[in-house]
């Protein structure tokens, strides 16, 4: 199947290029793949959007009744110790804590609006469909994807359900997987597109979605933590937005850069639903949804080179999100923009499957790369701890405005920073109490994920005695912790431990393929369609 341009992954950043490229011109042939079983299937994330990236791809957007509705009315910065809270008053807030003119949303359901403008204007959209490889030329440029093939069983061997894979050819092809992108590693490695990047950083997000009280609900309130329950050296903190119809979304986001192995994300989240000062908006209510993502939080000194012959990488494939706002879908649209207004230039001059330069030099002389400078400091400075770190962005942000005479690089790739588990002190973390407070599995439930059982396991191992011999041995298998999913379990047969995948389990969130400390869990999509299914995340 030929196109013009096909995009890789159904979220803001790939649903903005299809939109743009289709309202530049309706005679360009554009395709969208998405691996979800449908649009906003894996979109996870707060969220508080800053509309300015919508407001330049559909500027009516309120009047077609996109799903931006609930304004923040009030914003909150709290410090956390184990039984205390310390507000910090808003006049001290730098100007990235402030979400006047915001508002509070689900992201995947306003992908699903995104992914509906897109299809009336023509782009065709494929959910369901995992690409799964990406094809080349003769000259080594990217000339498309081609899909996996379904209905391949556990060994490898064609069932009765089976289908080939599809090719999807396009003159140029943009890769917008999200974070940690399965083809967008490939990608990075064949073009050495990293090559004058510093180390991405990450972060892992853990989300849940509850219905609460009447009274004790406000819509647009916006609240943030920082502290307990992670000690100090270590990066994190939460988030607590209130949506519309007495639903809340809570969170927390944990810096892969820690360094114990004993330490749970998912563990650390659940213990902080319990702080006194934060409990009672959850007393009376019901979680309805449970999800996990990565994300890519190293910022502008961490943005690999963006393109590359025949196409580019947007969104959180290549890493816009603005850690020290807590938003990307606004950069995400964005660079959605700018590639397809490049790519468009490019398709009317005729040129096809070489390097679009014009996406990243319109990118360095937009509002958006401005921003992202104006924050570049903000995990570099976070990662000497949360005391120094925010007494020294405040510093960086309020007596500089962003713009102090310094870049502070990145030291360390995030696999890099575990201490042996002889050098770590364990933690112990209180069982759950199944009204507050979930196990992994039962959460897992309420993110409505599922696969193909019998399929090939999709979560692959470089060396198979590394889990044990390493993993374990060294650091007492941290993927047993850092996995919000239980995909990763010890078991002993006959008193010889080995580790079991338990593939179904997995939302997608990638952390594995981040976290392992010897980097031999590579994480491959699995057959389209599986993965988590959620409702409004």
């Not at 494929?126 to 994807?145: H, Q, T």
């Not at 990488?313 to 950069?331: C, P, T, V, W």
């Not at 973390?429 to 407070?437: I, M, N, Q, S």
């Amino acid at each position: 199947m030929a196109y013009d341009v096909v995009i890789v992954g159904g979220g803001p950043a790939g649903l903005a290029a299809a939109i743009r490229l289709k309202q530049l011109s309706a005679a360009t042939s554009v395709c969208v793949l998405e691996k979800g079983s449908e649009i906003g299937a894996h979109i996870l994330s707060g969220a508080v959007m800053d509309p300015r990236g919508l407001d330049e791809l559909i500027p009516d957007w309120k009047q077609r009744d996109a799903p931006v509705k609930v304004a923040v009315a009030e914003d909150r910065f709290i410090f956390l110790t184990e039984s205390g809270a310390t507000r910090t008053p808003n006049w001290l807030l730098p100007g990235c804590f402030r979400n006047h003119g915001n508002y509070v949303i689900s992201l995947g359901s306003l992908a699903r609006w995104l992914g509906q403008q897109a299809e009336a204007l023509g782009v065709e959209i494929f959910p369901g469909f995992a690409a799964a490889e990406v094809l080349y030329d003769d000259k080594g440029a990217v000339r498309g994807v081609a899909t996996g093939d379904m209905g391949v069983n556990r060994k490898g061997e064609k069932t009765d359900a089976w289908q080939p894979g599809v090719e999807l050819h396009g003159k140029y092809t943009f890769f917008a997987e999200g974070c940690r992108g399965h083809l967008g590693r490939q990608l990075e490695a064949k073009f050495d597109l990293r090559k004058d990047a510093g180390p991405q950083v990450y972060g892992i997000g853990l989300k849940e979605l509850w219905d609460i009280k009447p009274e004790k609900h406000q819509p647009g309130l916006v609240v943030h933590t920082a502290g307990w329950p992670l000690d100090s050296r270590t990066y994190g903190g939460s988030f607590l937005y209130h949506l519309d119809n007495h639903q809340v979304a809570v969170g927390f986001v944990v810096g892969l850069a820690y360094a114990n192995p004993y330490l749970s994300p998912y563990e650390e989240f659940q213990r902080y639903k319990t702080h006194p000062a934060i409990r009672g908006f959850f007393e009376g209510g019901k979680r309805v949804a449970y999800g996990a993502r990565a994300i890519a939080a190293g910022g502008l000194q961490s943005l690999p080179k963006l393109v590359f012959p025949g196409g580019g990488l947007i969104g959180d494939e290549a890493g816009f999100l603005n850690a020290s706002r807590i938003k990307g879908s606004h950069a995400a649209i964005k660079t959605g923009l700018l590639a397809a207004e490049a790519a468009h230039a490019a398709l009317a001059a005729g040129r096809s499957a070489d390097e679009l330069s014009a996406y990243p030099e319109s990118f360095r002389q937009s509002w958006l790369f401005d921003e992202l400078w104006r924050a570049r400091n903000f995990k570099p400075w976070m990662a000497r701890g949360l005391y120094t770190g925010s007494l020294m962005f405040g510093i960086d942000q309020i007596v500089f405005g962003g713009k102090a005479p310094w870049t502070l690089r990145h030291a360390h790739a995030d696999h890099e920073t575990l201490v042996r588990k002889t050098a770590a002190q364990p933690i112990s973390y209180p069982k759950a109490d199944g009204v507050l407070t979930f196990d992994r599995l039962t959460n897992v439930a309420f993110s409505n994920t599922n696969h193909a059982e019998d399929q090939p396991v999709h979560l692959t191992l470089k060396d198979a005695s590394v889990p044990v011999n390493v993993n374990l041995e060294l650091y007492d298998a941290p993927e047993q912790r850092y996995c919000p999913a239980g995909v990763y379990e010890i078991v002993h047969d006959g008193g010889q431990p080995r580790l079991q995948i338990n593939a179904q389990n997995c939302v997608h969130c990638k952390t594995c393929d981040i976290k392992d400390p010897t980097q031999n869990i590579v994480w491959v999509v699995p057959e389209g369609g599986g993965g988590p299914n959620y409702p409004n995340m």
